[in-house]
């Protein structure tokens, strides 16, 4: 939680300015230590680069050296936090570009900031998964027309995350823990492990609970709005939206079921109600539907 917590203040400020970043040096020294810890021993090689123009002329050449453990390559899971910073000894890069397929343009949820006691960062947290071949450019100057670095490759793979929990997979969770959470004749949507007849989901659609048997909730009766007809709604669970819900009628309880007409239910976050004509026997029941 606290590394949430942490990740979700890096959010914020990677999300302002540039100059704002460049003020939070405690941002920096907070997750420097992720990288010298997990890579410290895959230091690389100083690499050479040349800056073009001025220095290039002058024949110097720009050592580039990758710190806190940095290599040409690099993993990093999608929604995790990402940093990975580079210097010019000893010279100080003012800017920095990342191109991508020769479009000049950074993985999703990635940006520069820096430099920061001389020390450029490409870092953020990334939200799409891939592999990105990112060709990197360092600039003596702000303006970065003066002083550029030989390209630098390097190459980032942003691996998928785990998806966070569904809202049913919530749900059972209220109910259920450790192993039990694999059990599917409890927590399978069509399970019944209270036997009440009601399966989990529609345990969840109506909020109940799946490990105590529940009678179907729900109020009938005659529409105060119109006496021709008949009213019955049902209270949902708002946690489960994304369900699909709806009325069935059929002139028997075997078959021929058809879902009713779309005119005579209304679904809203907290509940749904059916209010069809009085007019012979007919048997109507909830259906639920969850992808
Ligand atoms: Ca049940």
């Known amino acids: 939680m606290k590394l949430r917590i942490a990740y979700e ?14 003020q939070r040096l405690p941002f920096l020294k907070n997750l420097t230590p992720i990288f ?10 100083p690499l050479t680069v040349t800056f073009v123009g001025t220095h290039s002329l002058s024949g110097q050449s720009v050592m ?17 936090q990402f940093v990975w910073s580079f210097k010019a000894s000893p010279h100080t890069l ?7 397929d020769g479009v000049e343009e950074l993985p999703e949820g990635l ?87 009601i399966q989990n989901v529609m345990e969840f659609v109506l909020d109940l609970d799946p490990t105590k048997p529940d009678v ?20 949902l669970n708002i946690a489960a939206g994304a369900v699909a819900v709806g009325f069935e009628e059929g002139s028997n309880l075997e078959t021929g079921w058809a879902e009713v007409l779309s005119e005579n239910v209304t679904r809203t976050e907290t509940s749904i109600v059916l209010s069809v004509p009085l007019a012979g026997k007919k048997f109507y029941r909830l259906k639920v539907v969850m992808e």
Do not use: C, H
């Open 64 to 80: 580039i050296v990758p710190v806190n453990g940095g290599t040409a390559t690099a993993t990093v899971t999608a929604g995790d």
């Open 111 to 197: 940006a520069f900031f820096g430099p920061q006691s001389g020390v450029m960062s490409l870092g953020g947290v990334p939200t799409e998964p891939g592999e990105y071949a990112i060709v990197l450019k360092g600039y003596r100057r702000g303006d970065r027309l003066a002083g550029t670095t030989d390209p630098y490759l390097f190459t980032l793979t942003v691996a998928p995350g785990e998806d966070p929990p569904t809202p049913y997979e919530e749900f059972v969770a209220t109910f259920w823990s450790g192993e039990n959470l694999n059990d599917p004749l409890l927590v399978n949507a069509t399970a019944d492990p209270d036997a009440d007849g």
């Open 36 to 45: 010298g810890g997990a890579a410290g021993g895959n230091f690389a090689a």
């Open 216 to 235: 179907m909730p729900g109020a009938f009766g005659i529409d105060p709005e119109d006496p021709q007809k008949m009213r019955y709604e049902v209270p």
């Open 9 to 22: 203040r890096s959010v914020n400020v990677l999300v302002s300015s540039l100059a704002m970043v460049a």
């Open 94 to 100: 003012a800017a920095a570009s990342g191109e991508i």
